[in-house]
């Protein structure tokens, strides 16, 4: 079957699981020998050439680690995976018999790499599992797809594993939930596994965020697992053991998408009194810039700039200071006021240079 069929199966419970990367044959043979004894876990992963961001990182042990993987898949009767980020590298897999290949994030952010990777593997029918890119583009994701379907690859899954910010104080990469929801919403055929691992570089989120992708519809995880994470050659703040995973797997509620007849009365009811309400803000909202453009009119009769930079900080600071007692984030206070203020710009725009404005 192919892989990716098999991971829209899975009733949302398929998991890639394996080291960050391999470092001798012993640790990959046990962590891959005591990982397989939970059913959950249908494909073993491990890095083999790893795209490190500073040159003196452990950047993997190459073609010579190949073997170990593919002996813990026969071992253990699962399917392997193994990264790949150029021709060399989709040539030895194929030589060693991995049974799947991923790009990694700083691989689908190059389009002339992935194109390398999917003429190499043109008439192969390998599966391929194509992780974000690293930057929240999600044309550059969905461009990836397209290059291996254009050279007849089409078993294809996506890895989300976050996006690349600057100093988050909770995730080493932002998971940004709305990209993977507009790829689903792009490509619904497409099967879907959240890398936690990668998202958070913490293991003590890794059931967090688990938990929220399958709560959105993913169809697997991919973890990260080690014999010894502490002293693991990368990523050791973020693995787990065997237990550890067990221990996550254990605690994910998986959910169902279909709801009965009885529920679905409740919930109805429910987004009924959300439509009112989504009514109501929107009739505010257009009075709100009604008052905006009136303002507008002042300003043009008085020669005054749109942006009154004093004025608009207190009005963000008092909104921001009434987030809590609302139960909102001031984070999104924050986004929903600068939206409010970009529309009201626009509309005193009109009102106030109606002649530099085409259309
Ligand atoms: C990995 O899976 O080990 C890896 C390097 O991932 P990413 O491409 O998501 O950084
Ligand atoms: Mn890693």
């Not at 069929?5 to 962590?31: H, W």
């Not at 939970?38 to 680690?65: C, H, M, Y």
């Not at 043009?300 to 963000?316: C, F, G, S």
């Amino acid at each position: 079957m192919r892989l990716a069929d098999k991971i829209n199966q899975s009733n949302r419970s398929f998991v890639v699981a394996g080291p960050c990367s391999a470092e001798t044959r012993e640790q990959v043979l046990s962590i891959c020998a005591d990982i397989a004894k939970n059913d959950n876990v249908q494909l073993l992963r491990a890095g083999i050439w790893k795209p490190r961001t500073r040159p003196d990182s452990f950047e993997g042990l190459g073609e010579e680690a190949l073997p170990w993987l593919v002996e813990a898949g026969k071992l253990n009767g699962l399917q392997t995976t193994t990264e790949v980020a150029n021709k060399a590298h989709v040539e030895a897999a194929l030589k060693a018999g991995v049974d799947v290949l991923w790009i990694g994030a700083r691989t689908t952010v190059n389009p002339f790499a992935v194109q390398e990777i999917a003429d190499a593997l043109k008439g192969t029918g390998k599966p391929v599992m194509i992780k974000n890119p690293i930057n929240p583009d999600l044309a550059l994701w969905l461009g990836a797809f397209e290059r291996f379907e254009k050279v007849g690859i089409t078993d294809l899954t996506a890895i989300h594993r976050g996006f690349s910010v600057y100093k988050h104080d909770k995730y080493r990469n932002v998971p940004s939930w709305e990209i993977p929801i507009a790829l689903k919403e792009n490509r619904p055929e497409i099967p879907i596994i959240c890398d936690p691992s990668h998202i958070t570089g913490n293991r003590d989120l890794l059931l967090e965020v688990s938990q929220k992708a399958l709560d959105l519809n993913f169809h697997g995880l991919m973890i990260e697992t080690h014999p010894d994470p502490d002293n693991a050659w990368s990523d050791a703040a973020q693995q787990v053991t065997a237990e550890g995973l067990k221990n996550i797997l254990d605690q994910l509620v998986v959910r169902t998408v279909e709801f009965s007849t009885d529920v679905a009365e409740q919930i109805n009811e429910l987004r009924d009194k959300v439509a009112i309400l989504d009514d109501r803000m929107l009739e505010l909202l257009s009075a709100r810039m009604q008052l905006s453009e009136e303002v507008g009119l002042l300003k043009r009769e008085n020669n005054i700039t749109i942006l009154q930079q004093e004025h608009w900080a207190k009005i963000i600071s008092m909104r921001l200071e009434q987030a809590d007692d609302l139960h909102l984030t001031k984070q999104f206070v924050r986004q929903v006021m600068d939206a409010i203020h970009q529309e009201s710009i626009r509309h005193q725009t009109k009102i106030m240079n109606p002649k530099t404005l085409k259309g």
